[in-house]
């Protein structure tokens, strides 16, 4: 369900990305003095109004936000729930439509965007997640990252340590990322990372989802902000 909101800072724009494709982007303001920028990316459902909400969320901590809707190129304006055929779609184009180099590629315009003005955070979930963690790998403009449950930092992108300083979250019970993956990235005890487990399921962090975990989700964002806090945010 959607909810009704007057709470909202951002507003949709459009951005020209390096291959001169134009996508959108949601981007909101800080409210009150500004800490930083922040790009935040998306599930694999698209730029919803769940994103759009954490994007005002952290708008409201007093970061300028940026969170590009990557599937553009191949399906405008997506969106999707969380079942049936929409679902499918989604998994079609994170996996098979979409080029994962496409989104890193995209991510770095909107930090290069956000750079002069002041440190660069990244955080992205499922998905995201595991766009946050590989620009924390290779994107030297970062300031600190935050990834929540991306399943390809177990396996993909487990062999080098992110550049800045990274969190990552996983929950304990994510079928889909098993524990062992990442009790292994734990056993690696990178200098710059740390990996975080809760007593939640894939998703823990949206209260749209059944799996939603209320104290795990504000656990994790107190790490984050308190990360971010940190390193200059």
């Known amino acids: 369900m959607t ?32 800490k930083g920028g922040l790009v935040l990316i998306q599930e694999i459902f698209g730029v919803t109004d769940h994103i759009r909400e954490l994007c005002d969320e952290y708008a409201a ?13 191949e399906h405008p304006g997506f969106e999707c729930d969380y079942t ?33 003005k002041g440190p660069v955070f990244i955080t992205g979930y499922c998905y995201g997640g595991s766009v ?8 030297p403009d970062l300031a600190a990252a935050s990834s929540y449950y991306g399943s390809l930092v ?25 524990m062992e993956g990442v009790e292994a990235l734990i056993a690696k005890e990178y200098p710059t990372a740390q990996i975080f ?23 994790a964002r107190e790490r984050t902000l308190g990360l971010f806090a940190a390193c200059g945010g």
């Open 132 to 139: 946050a963690w590989r620009m924390a790998q290779i994107s």
């Open 84 to 116: 049936g055929a929409e679902f499918d779609r989604a998994v079609d184009l994170a996996r098979n439509l979409h080029p994962f180099l496409q989104s890193t590629t995209d991510a770095q315009t909107c930090i290069d965007a956000l750079k002069a």
């Open 154 to 178: 177990p396996t993909m992108f487990a062999g080098d340590a992110p550049r800045c300083a990274t969190i990552a979250h996983f929950g304990r019970y994510d079928t889909g990322i098993p």
């Open 197 to 219: 487990v809760y007593d939640a399921n894939h998703g823990f962090n949206s209260d749209r989802r059944k799996d939603y975990h209320e104290p795990s989700a504000d656990l």
């Open 61 to 73: 901590d007093g970061y300028e936000v940026l969170a590009p809707a990557l599937f553009d190129r």
């Open 3 to 34: 909810k009704v909101r007057d709470d909202i800072l951002g507003e949709m724009i459009t951005m020209k990305m390096s291959d001169g494709a134009e996508i959108a982007v949601y981007h909101a303001q800080p409210d009150g003095p500004r």
